[in-house]
């Protein structure tokens, strides 16, 4: 009973460890069945911090492509008025 100091000390690296990539969900999956892609991908596990559970999580093209899109939409204004007010909601709510 009363508190439990060693239930949350973690050290500074396990944020980056665990965490969940922007790189992880745009790339490719790992051993991708294209050799250029997979090229890529095993480069980038090469030379970043631990990859665990969280290589598995990739969008895909058509998700990556959607959410490139919502992001181009909300930093360059420009861009904007070629949307919908609805698809320019959903760039806001990305």
Do not use: W
């Not at 631990?50 to 420009?78: K, Q, R, Y």
């Not at 919908?84 to 760039?91: E, F, H, I, R, S």
């Amino acid at each position: 009973d009363g508190p439990n100091p060693s239930v949350a000390k973690r050290l500074l690296i396990e944020s980056e460890i665990y965490s969940l990539r922007l790189a992880q969900m745009v790339l490719p999956v790992p051993n991708h069945r294209i050799p250029v892609l997979a090229k890529i991908r095993d480069k980038y596990d090469k030379e970043s911090t631990p990859v665990n559970e969280n290589s598995t999580s990739t969008l895909g093209a058509l998700a990556t492509a959607g959410f490139m899109m919502g992001l181009l939409m909300l930093f360059v204004p420009n861009v904007r008025r070629f949307f919908t007010p609805a698809q320019q909601l959903c760039a806001v709510l990305l």
